[in-house]
C-alpha cells in the first residue's frame, strides 16, 4: 500500500487514503507505551506526522511503515478515485513542505530509517 495522505486526528488516530483510494482510520494508542513512541503522548508532536508514501514518521523520529498502518488499520470506505479530502479539516493535517535536514532534528535518526531516506533521495 502507498499512502496517498494522512491525517492526525484526535486521540491518536491517524486518517489514511490509500493511493487506490482505500479510506481508513489507524489507532496509534497501543503504540504510546514503546519507548520509540513515548513523544507522540504530547498532541503537538503527535500533529508533527509526515507522510513518506510507503512510510509516516514524525519529528521524534518514531515511524509505521505503510505495511503495518494497512495490517492494522479499519477500512472505512473506498472511494471513487485516489484523490480524496474527506480528513483534511478539524484536527490538523499532515505536512505538505519538505523535510528538515537530519542536522536539525531533536533525535538522532535510526539507521534503517537514514538508509530508507537514502534510497528515495535517489
Known amino acids: ?15 489514511v487514503v490509500a493511493e487506490d483510494g482505500r479510506v481508513g482510520a489507524f489507532d496509534v494508542s497501543p503504540y504510546l507505551k514503546d519507548e520509540a513512541f513515548e513523544a507522540l503522548k ?6 508533527t506526522v509526515y507522510n513518506g508514501g510507503y ?3 514524525w ?13 492494522r488499520w479499519g477500512k472505512l470506505a ?7 479530502d474527506s480528513f ?5 493535517r ?3 513542505r519538505p523535510r ?3 542536522a536539525s532534528r531533536r533525535t538522532p535518526k535510526l539507521p534503517r530509517l537514514a538508509a530508507r531516506q537514502q534510497r528515495i533521495a535517489h
Do not use: Y
Open 1 to 15: 500500500m502507498r499512502i496517498a495522505e494522512i491525517s492526525p486526528q484526535p486521540n491518536w488516530v491517524l486518517s
Open 42 to 47: 504530547d498532541p503537538a508532536e503527535f500533529l
Open 55 to 57: 512510510f509516516v514518521e
Open 59 to 71: 519529528d521524534c523520529g518514531a515511524d509505521l511503515s505503510a505495511g503495518t498502518i494497512e495490517f
Open 78 to 84: 473506498k472511494l471513487p478515485g485516489a484523490e480524496a
Open 88 to 92: 483534511g479539516h478539524g484536527f490538523g
Open 94 to 96: 499532515a505536512r505538505s
Open 100 to 102: 528538515k535536514a537530519a
